[in-house]
């Protein structure tokens, strides 16, 4: 279970649970929209849309790095938004979109602008330096 210990307005379990899910807790699907927009520097082409898609993005992302987690640092939340600051964290330890492992561990720190109605996840888009996480997991010169 993630904890979410601050004030968002009502959104601490939505936030909480979508966390759960990003660290691989597929339990926690329906607390994305059926329609969710998810825009991230890690997916390819930038962006993906659906709950099917975010799926199996995730379920690849977790096969990649199988002890990928999310530490949430600070959050800020509006009626419907909730900014929040992260640093993840994981090693590269299967293949992820047809890169081989390297073995290599990250930690990368981004924010997430999360656009919630319904008690669902309607949008995130995620931001973080693409180019330094790919240095630290090895598939670039650094």
């Given at each position: 279970m993630v904890e979410?210990?601050?004030?968002?307005?009502?959104?601490?379990q939505v936030i909480a649970d979508y966390v759960g899910l990003w660290q691989g807790d597929f339990s926690k699907l329906d607390v994305l929209a059926e329609s969710v927009d998810l825009y991230d520097p890690g997916v390819p082409g930038g962006e993906l849309h659906g709950r099917d898609a975010f799926e199996s993005f995730l379920r690849e992302l977790c096969a990649g790095f199988p002890d990928f987690a999310v530490h949430v640092e600070d959050v800020l939340a509006g009626d419907e938004v909730v900014m929040w600051e992260s640093t993840v964290t994981g090693t590269h330890e299967g293949e992820f979109y047809g890169i081989p492992p390297t073995d290599h561990e990250m930690a990368v720190s981004g924010m997430s602008k999360t656009l919630i109605a319904d008690g669902r996840v309607q949008e995130d888009r995620i931001y973080y330096d693409s180019r330094e996480m790919s240095e630290q997991l090895g598939h670039t010169e650094g």
């Open positions: 979410i210990e601050s004030d968002l307005g009502g959104h601490e």
